[in-house]
């Protein structure tokens, strides 16, 4: 071995870990995606609406007609086990990536930061060589077979996971979160039916307690993952937390197990060596020790470099907006910020033609599911592309120069509802727009 | 050094699998904890639900015995005999407006009893034929329910309707009218009966379909349909300002202001719980002491407005525009209120949908 000449990056390291994070992965999205089929939300979410809150820029993501997200959705749930299995891998990882990013992409209304996260993964996951070992790939082709692979591949998931606690972590340092318990204060007594602990629920130091220890959990947790001797401990804690916030909030739905499952990736390849080992048809080790290698390392390594420098950067972004981050929600997406604030708003839209010869007052439910809506009236960049819908309908309707106006109430964690934008801005004027909204009316 | 931080780590763990544990072995066995909201239940099934559901049984038997009258010898008299027990039976019907889920949804009840405005046309055209499908889930007006007894009972030429041509139509409509709600609203209170009383008093969670969930969602949806099709729509909000009086509630036997006070009356009344605990009360108990005393406070605004509207309100769309405008606004606040502070306050969900708790 010629160990000096190879960056630590890229010193071979056991492929298991790597095996193991495939086959979970790959089960865990299948479950995740029957469920969702088995719960309606094809239908409630993407056949029912007649408006979607897309993407800027990804306006063109719409629903398929008629059958065809069924379709879709068939084809994600197949890549899926062809990912558990290492079915012709390549494939497999970009189908799943395109077409899970694609449904995500369709309305803003269903973003979940754990979506979010497992599209990332999944694009990772297309350049990993996860299928170089106890895949049906290599029962196919045995030449690819590798036992080894470079130390980045499974760092780059780790790296993954600890911007997700840790950012997830730092949003948790705010007055509302540590000194009012918000808005913990405010769901825990939601939860006073539970067995034994139930009456605790309506304890304020209760709501400390849970507030201060998933912010320390958050912060912390990687570091004592990352440490050998801390280790079991640490992921004993992380199953115990996230079944934990399970039981509590089982609104957050798959987020726990997700997080569950991905952070085997912190154990050593010996611990996954053993843990394959007890799975039927897996080899011993050596049988061809050969580790993979990229063909293109330098340009790998300049890609690895970006997507980590975007990856730091991005969660940063409302550091470029004025005012609170809560109330204005500007840079508050793709920041994994989970469980932070309780918000909730009720908005009246008025469409008028321009002089003032027509108005009329919106029915929201006609435009929107109650989902929409729910969402639309807590966050400006949504409630601005309502606006320019409701304008474009009433155009059809015939109305010169419709102009939009919305009087919208906002609560946050715990206080009393307010006045959330300037219900005096015809919001069919406003363009959207990366900058500050100015409509929005000042927290304070 | 070392043994310290293992310590504490084995100590934080131990704490959370505790906790996870705990949680765990009670699992989904749903023995309540929660003495307040099981109390907060039994009130609201016991004291205000069920026997507003008795109390709407007895006033349509009371139309009934009256209608019959009526229809045996049709005469201004007989009609003018009608008016008070038709008014108790709608009014009471407000009472149980907002308590549509469950049993109450699952047998169609608002939709079947009070979908308005009045589809004339499709009702006289029933008439003649007679073919017509009362069992079929009504869209946007309605053929059958109160809507369609107030056309029937009390609009212009309703007496010489029912002693003209298609005299025995017309009443055999009526009485499938009442064949339908009576059925309905039996199959309601049966399935209370028969076991809903006791899931909905022994599920205390907050989730959609739970009941205090659907409590309060169902309060912002009455408070929406007050402001909305009660008051907005045909005072022309949706319509450019143009007044559509003649789709109010209750517009030809012109009892669209006791309706609307009765409902709003009713909501207040299961918002306090009555006598017994009620969303007030929880309100209290999570610290919102503030936030019940302005709702209370917002409910009598909302009422004084409406009482300042002169009778009928479908001429005071257009001859006291602004009294109307006022119970509106005062009505969109009410709903503010309930919709945002209070379902925020209680962690009422509104979806089944994952969410990020945002």
Redesign the interface.
Known sequence: MTATKIPSWQRPVSIAPLVTFRIVFGLLMFGSLLRFVL?G?ID??YVQPTFHFTYWGFEWVQPFAGAGMYILFGIILVSTLMITFGLLYRLATILFFLGFTYVELIDVT????HYYFISLVAFIMIWLPANRRYALDTLLWPVIRRDKVPAWTIGILRFQLAIVYVYAGLAKINSDWLLHAE?MK??L??R????????LM?KSWVAYVFSW?GCLYDCFIVF?LLNR??RP??Y??V???H??TA?????????PYVMIVATLIFFSGNFHERLLSWLPGYGGNGTNAKAYTFSHPRAIQTVVVIYIVIQLLVPLRFLFYPDNLFWNEEGYRFSW??????????A?FTVKEAGHQ????I?NATYLT??QE?MMS?QPDMILKYAHYLQQDYLKKGWKNPEVYAEI???LN?Q??RLFIDSTINLAAQPLSWRHYKWILPYK | M?ST??WL??A??CL??G??K??????S??????VF?KNMLVNYADTLILPSYSDLQAKLILLETATEAFLAAPSAVTQQALKLPFKNAYVSYEGISAVYFGPGASQQLNNTFNTFPTAVTKIESGIQSGNYNLALVIASDSIQGFPALDYLFFSANAVQQFNGATANNRKKYVKDIFARMKLLLTNTQNQWAAGYRDVFVS?????VGSSIGSLVNQFAFEMDALK?PRI?WPFG?????IVFADKCEGYFSAYTKDLSIANLTALKKYYTGGNGNGIDDYLI??GKQ??NS?VLAQFNLALNALNAIPDPMSAAFTSNAALVETAYRET?KL???I???V????????????????
């Open positions: 719960r939300w409630t979410l269903t973003y979940l930061n808005p405010t769901w007594p939601a006073s039916h539970l067995p034994l602990v139930g009456p309506y220890f004592f001797r801390t401990w640490a004993a804690v199953v115990g937390f079944i934990a039981l509590f909030f089982p609104g957050i739905g798959m987020f910020r989970v469980m932070l604030m309780e918000k909730a708003g009720t009246y027509r108005a009329t007052s029915s109650p989902l729910k807590t109430y906002v609560a715990g009393r509802s | 070392k931080r293992n780590i084995a934080a763990g959370l699998f906790c996870g705990d949680s765990n072995s009670g699992g066995t749903g023995n309540s904890t929660d909201k599920n205390l969670q907050t989730n909305g907005g909000k949706q319509s450019n300002g108990l999570l503030q936030l302005d969109q709903l503010t209120l919709k945002t502070d379902a925020s306050a209680t962690a009422v969900q509104i979806t089944y949908m994952d969410n990020d708790g945002d």
